[in-house]
């Protein structure tokens, strides 16, 4: 502002030369004002504000969005319609144009735009607001932006509603196909994972056993049709398989029975993965119980298998602990001995079960239990963990060990199982409905974490491990231990994310909808254990079979078990 005001003087009087001076700046000022331009010929510029579906965020990112937004933008003066098109476009993330619609409302100050079509759920999106978009006088946008738009859950279904029953034997019947009809066709055991070629996994073929047993049961396929698969399976372990000291490793190549490395010194015994080969070949053995020649010579070889496992000479120079590995190269150099707790309580059950090589009581108390210093006893989300790690650790631990061993009614000196496997259950639950970390996703319908396949390797999710992955494994192979929150996931995963995961061989191993990430691969040890557990929350066949074993029986009761299934 120019101040009109004459200088203030000390008399108060003005000099000829300071009037002059204001007279010549009321000169100035009248001519400027003359020779003004009129204001209404200036192309007036506009600035935006924006909302996606009627919320801003403060900033340009905005996740987890149903497919069909609707972004609105503000403008500080009108806009020219002809202009849109050119000034607002969305893309996919790859560049891909994507149609839209646009109205002009409030005088043309405000413009909202939605796709024409649904986008794709767990995608991401820009749309763009450029400098083409001009106001209806022509003006320019003074802030143009992109938008982030990250779609999330489209929550219809994917597949026909069917009843509960017939969810839980569609999803036996189609995970069952990764074990049968992607079987390897020499050995007949189960390839690690659906990418594996020749390789082959002893403790996932253990499952497979197991989920052959179901199938069969099921009417997926005949009992002759199983029997002649596991006469393939047993013959290829017993004529053609690398052994060490009666155990097997844990990788074998499905044509040859040589041994395929696991890992650093590890080209040798897997006495864990043995484990869980053994208590499959136990529960097939109590299926095919047959008089005739086939039955018995298959049942006959299983235990000659079983009992040729030298289980104490695992405890590494007789001490009170059993070794996880053994290798004919490096010894004992991984040097690991196998402590709960974890999913490892079947090793020594069947170590302590064996006629041949048995272990006494004090190996299981001292190396296994560590003289009860595999309590846990704290509580989290209300319920009381008796056993293992902060939190529980990842499901599996409550799953491998519990395909064949019943823990309903099972205690010993250390605990209830039954409380255990629902108590660690429940708070993996709890902990994703809680969802301390806000991936988007988690909650009552969508839950589960343990070992699985994630975006860029593998890990053992639990509560203490969590990067947003959930593998279906996880609550699916709960069902004996919370039916009704594995089955309210169950039909969160087939019917709102089945477009995504539900694929040849049933579940892929896991997803993050955090992410926007969904596995394509299938591994053994987890597709196995679905099969398996549904089936034992429906009729308990597999928990029936295993502990009928009279060396199992013997082995629970050597080693201080009680339960309702020993006779």
């Given at each position: 502002m120019i101040n009109l005001l004459l200088p203030e003087r000390k008399h108060n009087s003005v000099s000829l030369a300071d009037l002059a001076f204001f007279l010549y700046g009321l000169g100035v000022l009248f001519l400027f004002s003359g020779c003004k331009k009129d204001e209404s010929a200036t192309p007036a510029n506009t600035s935006l504000a924006f909302t996606v579906n009627g919320s801003y965020n403060g900033t340009l990112t905005y996740a987890?969005?149903?497919?069909?937004?609707?972004?609105?933008?503000?403008?500080?003066?009108?806009?020219?319609?002809?202009t849109v098109a050119d000034g607002v476009k969305l893309t996919t993330a790859s560049g891909s144009a994507v149609a839209i619609a646009t109205n002009l409302q409030n005088g043309d100050k405000t413009l909202i735009v939605t796709p024409q079509n649904d986008l794709a759920s767990f995608s991401d999106y820009r749309l763009a607001v450029n400098n083409s978009l001009q106001s209806s006088t022509g003006g320019r946008l003074v802030n143009p932006v992109t938008i982030?738009?990250?779609?999330?859950?489209?929550?219809?279904?994917?597949?026909?509603?069917?009843?509960?029953?017939?969810?839980?034997?569609?999803?036996?019947?189609?995970?069952?196909?990764?074990?049968?009809?992607?079987?390897?066709?020499?050995?007949?055991?189960?390839?690690?994972?659906?990418?594996?070629?020749?390789?082959?996994?002893?403790?996932?073929?253990?499952?497979?056993?197991?989920a052959l047993v179901t199938g069969v049961h099921r009417g997926f396929i005949t009992r002759a049709e199983g029997l002649a698969r596991l006469e393939k399976i047993v013959d290829f372990l017993k004529n053609r398989a690398e052994r060490f000291h009666?155990?097997?490793?844990?990788?074998?190549?499905?044509?040859?029975?040589?041994?395929?490395?696991?890992?650093?010194?590890?080209?040798?015994?897997?006495?864990?993965?043995?484990?869980?080969?053994?208590?499959?070949?136990l529960t097939a053995r109590q299926y095919f119980d047959g008089a005739d020649a086939a039955e018995t010579t298959l049942r006959n070889d299983i235990t000659a298998i079983y009992n040729a496992v030298e289980w104490d000479w695992f405890r590494q120079n007789n001490s009170n602990t059993l070794y996880w590995h053994w290798s004919p190269d490096f010894g004992w150099a991984k040097n690991l001995p196998i402590r709960g707790w974890n999913e490892s309580l079947i090793i020594y059950v069947l170590a302590a079960a064996s006629p041949t090589h048995t272990i006494p009581k004090s190996v299981y108390d001292n190396g296994w239990a560590n003289n009860g210093g595999m309590r846990n006893g704290n509580v989290y989300y209300g319920i009381q963990l008796p056993l293992g790690p902060a939190l529980g650790g990842p499901l599996f631990f409550e799953h491998y060990s519990f395909l064949g061993i019943n823990p309903m009614g099972l205690t010993d000196t250390y605990a209830s199982y039954q409380v255990q496997t629902r108590a660690?259950?429940?708070?993996?639950?709890?902990?994703?409905?809680?969802?301390?970390?806000?991936?988007?996703?988690?909650?009552?319908?969508?839950?589960?974490?343990?070992?699985?396949?994630?975006?860029?390797?593998?890990?053992?999710?639990?509560p203490t491990n969590d990067r947003s992955f959930i593998?279906?494994?996880?609550?699916?192979?709960?069902?004996?231990?919370?039916?009704?929150?594995?089955?309210?996931?169950?039909?969160?995963?087939?019917?709102?994310?089945?477009?995504?995961?539900?694929?040849?061989?049933?579940?892929?191993?896991?997803?993050?909808?955090?992410?926007?990430?969904?596995?394509?691969s299938f591994l053994a040890i987890d597709q196995g254990p679905i099969i398996v557990m549904i089936e034992n929350y429906r009729s308990g066949l597999l928990w029936d079979l295993f502990m009928s074993a009279p060396e199992v029986q013997n082995g629970l009761k050597k080693l201080g078990f009680s339960s309702p299934k020993l006779e």
């Open positions: 987890g969005l149903n497919t069909k937004p609707t972004i609105s933008f503000t403008f500080t003066e009108p806009v020219s319609s002809s982030n738009l990250g779609t999330g859950l489209d929550d219809t279904d994917k597949f026909p509603r069917i009843s509960d029953e017939e969810l839980l034997t569609l999803v036996q019947r189609q995970t069952f196909k990764y074990f049968y009809d992607f079987g390897h066709p020499v050995s007949g055991l189960a390839r690690e994972r659906n990418t594996s070629g020749n390789t082959v996994t002893t403790g996932g073929s253990g499952f497979s056993i197991m009666g155990a097997y490793p844990h990788w074998l190549n499905g044509n040859t029975g040589a041994v395929q490395p696991f890992s650093a010194n590890d080209n040798g015994a897997d006495l864990v993965e043995t484990s869980f080969l053994m208590q499959g070949l660690h259950t429940l708070i993996n639950y709890n902990y994703c409905v809680d969802n301390p970390k806000n991936f988007y996703g988690y909650g009552e319908n969508c839950w589960g974490l343990t070992a699985s396949d994630i975006q860029g390797g593998y890990t053992a999710s639990s593998a279906p494994t996880a609550a699916l192979s709960s069902m004996p231990y919370t039916p009704t929150e594995s089955m309210r996931a169950l039909r969160f995963f087939y019917y709102k994310l089945g477009d995504k995961i539900w694929k040849e061989y049933g579940f892929v191993d896991s997803f993050s909808l955090q992410e926007k990430w969904f596995a394509s």
